[in-house]
């Protein structure tokens, strides 16, 4: 109940098209649903996040669509550029804040 | 210049030997993290703490310790109990709001290696 599985495990696109990652849940009290891009050998870092009150959060390029009955949300990265070649990690928590990440996926955006 | 430290970046170490990696933030944060990071999985909780003197187990303590005697310091040591040291490791930190979520902020990683 307390995993969070991402697919796809590595993704490749090409410059200009959409990259979408997804990401599903079990534990219903799961509050605060971030992203996360990680470059080689760095920390990752925020990328965005949203809460279950709301369907679709959108920043720039990024987009998390969240589905609470389905207990599922995904990034979509609209027009993707080759610096956006990273790994994404979705993450979910609740009360105090302990994260419980997904797998991660590799993400290849190709000129 | 505010932020959180990790050190050293690498970090090589015999087998039997404990190590300890430094993690050290200027944010004023009250709860600090330690995670593994494995090629090709999400990042796993060694350890966390949510104020000083006070620190609680994560998902894969055993081989592993911490404390937290200063706010902006939480040391991790790597002990020769730990059978599969060799991964990247993370310290992050979040301000601590009882009953609230944020964002967590990460340090750059050190990545350590046993020969």
């Known amino acids: 109940q307390q995993q969070v599985k991402q697919s796809p495990q590595s993704l490749i696109v090409q410059k200009g098209g959409i990259s979408i990652i997804n990401c599903a849940y079990e534990?219903?009290?799961?509050?605060?649903f971030p992203w996360y891009q990680q470059f080689p050998g760095k920390g990752p870092a925020l990328l965005i996040a949203?809460?279950?009150?709301?369907s679709e959060k959108k920043e720039g390029r990024f987009t998390i669509s969240f589905n609470k009955s389905a207990k599922q949300f995904s990034l979509h990265i609209m027009d993707s550029q080759p610096g956006d070649s990273a790994t994404y990690f979705c993450?979910?928590?609740?009360?105090?804040?302990?994260?419980?990440f997904g797998q991660g996926t590799e993400l290849s955006v190709k000129p | 210049d505010g932020g959180i430290t990790q050190s050293p970046k690498y970090l090589f170490r015999k087998e039997g030997q404990n190590v300890t990696l430094s993690c050290e933030q200027n944010l004023n944060h009250d709860a600090m993290y330690w995670y593994r990071q494995d090629p090709g999985q999400g990042l796993r909780l060694i350890y966390y703490?949510?104020?000083?003197?006070?620190?609680q187990k994560g998902d894969i303590a055993e081989g592993y310790s911490v404390s937290r005697e200063k706010k902006e310091s939480f040391p991790l040591t790597v002990t020769s109990a730990q059978k599969n040291p060799t991964a990247f490791y993370l310290c992050a930190s979040t301000p601590w709001l009882a009953g609230a979520t944020d964002t967590q902020y990460f340090g750059p990683g050190t990545r350590l290696t046993v020969l």
């Open positions: 534990n219903t009290a799961f509050d605060y």
């Open positions: 703490s949510q104020i000083v003197n006070d620190f």
């Open positions: 993450a979910a928590t609740y009360q105090g804040g302990k994260l419980i």
């Open positions: 949203i809460r279950p009150d709301v």
